[in-house]
Nanobody, 119 residues
Framework: VQLVESGGGLVQPGGSLRLSCAASGFTFSSYAMSWYRQAPGKARELVAAITSAGGSIYYADSVKGRFTISRDNAKNTVYLQMNSLKPEDTAVYYC?????????????WGQGTQVTVSS
């Protein structure tokens, strides 16, 4: 399993970024995907999640109305469109997949991509 995030960077408050997470090593279209973030000195938190076919989506209250999660199962990629960015959105953003086996559930994480919102 490999997850590779991209698209982070430095953006001014009110700006936008689109994060991508390219997945490989598993049947992408069969699994829900999620985005997490971790700010300095804070715990990692769930930002958004999407089911395998995209029929159900979750957003943290802090990003509702500003962020949009989506996926392209033909490209094995999940996206996070981030609009109206605020300084408090500054964090390392990670994508995650949970894959279940008979031995249990395993969490797989990408390496993360830094998002910095600052003027």
């Amino acid at each position: 399993v490999q997850l590779v995030e991209s698209g982070g960077g430095l953006v001014q408050p009110g700006g936008s970024l689109r994060l991508s997470c390219a997945a490989s090593g598993f049947t992408f279209s069969s699994y829900a995907m999620s985005w997490y973030r971790q700010a300095p000195g804070k715990a990692r938190e769930l930002v958004a999640a999407i089911t395998s076919a995209g029929g159900s989506i979750y957003y943290a209250d802090s990003v509702k109305g500003r962020f949009t999660i989506s996926r392209d199962n033909a490209k094995n990629t999940v996206y996070l469109q981030m609009n109206s960015l605020k300084p408090e959105d500054t964090a390392v953003y990670y994508c995650k997949v949970v894959i279940g086996t008979i031995r249990g559930n395993y969490n797989y994480w990408g390496q993360g991509t830094q998002v910095t919102v600052s003027s």
